[in-house]
Nanobody, 124 residues
């Protein structure tokens, strides 16, 4: 069993920065592919960024160059550094863990465990 807990979301002005954290317990996050997704009101959950098992990084085009994903194995924590935030980044952000694949999937249904989400609100 795996538990994922996100933190770091809050209200921020456009152009600002946030760092989201996803702490894993039960099984270390270092062994598995991890993903960050987000879901805005009335919209489908979408892939934001992911880490492969060997820490290869993946980004949605909408966040490439602004967001950075990383992992601290000693803390069993995955981070999402978000710079240059825009109002369209407003959403609940979720981290997810995939037990099966080497690389992070863009499809949310392929993940096995999810956190509860953290709200990011970007004001214009």
């Amino acid at each position: 069993q795996v538990q994922l807990v996100e933190s770091g979301g809050r209200l921020v002005q456009a152009g600002g920065s946030l760092r989201l954290s996803c702490a894993a317990s039960g099984r270390t996050s270092s062994t598995y592919a991890m993903g960050w997704f987000r879901q805005a009101p009335g919209k489908a959950r979408e892939f934001v960024s992911g880490l492969s098992r060997n820490d290869g990084t993946y980004y949605a085009d909408s966040v490439k160059g602004r967001f950075t994903i990383s992992r601290d194995n000693a803390k069993n924590t995955v981070y999402l550094q978000m710079n240059g935030l825009k109002p369209e980044d407003t959403a609940v952000y979720y981290c997810a863990l995939d037990l099966t694949y080497f690389s992070p999937s863009y499809r949310s249904y392929e993940y096995d465990y999810w956190g509860q989400g953290t709200q990011v609100t970007v004001s214009s």
